[in-house]
């Protein structure tokens, strides 16, 4: 009898072995060629930004952005701080990671910003020198908007919808390149 069960446990372990899936390869080269493409972005970047806290009450900031390839090509690092003007104290701290993922041919972004994270798809323009990006929590949608306008400048528009209410435009970011790749 124990002979027999032992049997079954062999011949079970050997026929899921057999069966599973091997798991997949990711294509470096791909990603690297993918990641290339947001190359627009890398280097440091200093201006003004504009977000609405309340409804009618902007708050105006000193903001930098960073950009930097990370894994040798495999990532795209962005850290970006908004200062108040009024006091120079931090009023928005985020930071992302993007990257490629090959087998879903889609671009991913892990962001970070006040304590919370989240990811979301990303989608690079056609005109080589845009980004957009959203998500959903509940009731709350975004979409956002990043361009580099034809002065050069990396310039982000922001939009939330909250519940069924029209989509109110909530933040502008203008900054311009320091610091070249």
């Not at 690297?32 to 280097?43: I, N």
């Not at 104290?89 to 671009?107: C, H, M, N, V, W």
Request: with cysteine.
């Amino acid at each position: 009898m124990v002979h027999s069960a032992l049997a079954i446990v062999i011949v079970t372990s050997f026929g899921v072995a057999g069966t599973a899936q091997i798991p997949y390869t990711p294509d470096l080269a791909a990603q690297r060629a993918a990641m290339k493409k947001l190359a627009f972005l890398v280097g440091k970047w200093s201006g003004d930004a504009s977000m609405l806290r309340t409804p009618g009450q902007a708050i105006e900031m000193s903001q930098t952005e960073e950009a930097q390839f990370k894994l040798d090509g495999l990532i795209l690092q962005i850290e970006g701080v908004g200062r108040a003007k009024s006091d120079g104290k931090p009023i928005l701290q985020a930071f992302g990671l993007i990257s490629f993922d090959d087998e879903s041919r889609t671009y991913q972004m892990r962001a970070f910003n006040d304590g919370r994270w989240l990811e979301c798809e990303v989608k690079p323009g056609e005109d080589g020198a845009s980004l957009s990006w959203g998500f959903t929590i509940g009731p709350v949608k975004t979409s956002s908007v990043l361009r580099i306008n034809q002065e050069g400048d990396w310039t982000e528009s922001h939009e939330i919808t909250i519940g069924t209410a029209p989509a109110r435009h909530f933040m502008d970011v203008t900054v311009r390149r320091v610091k070249p790749r």
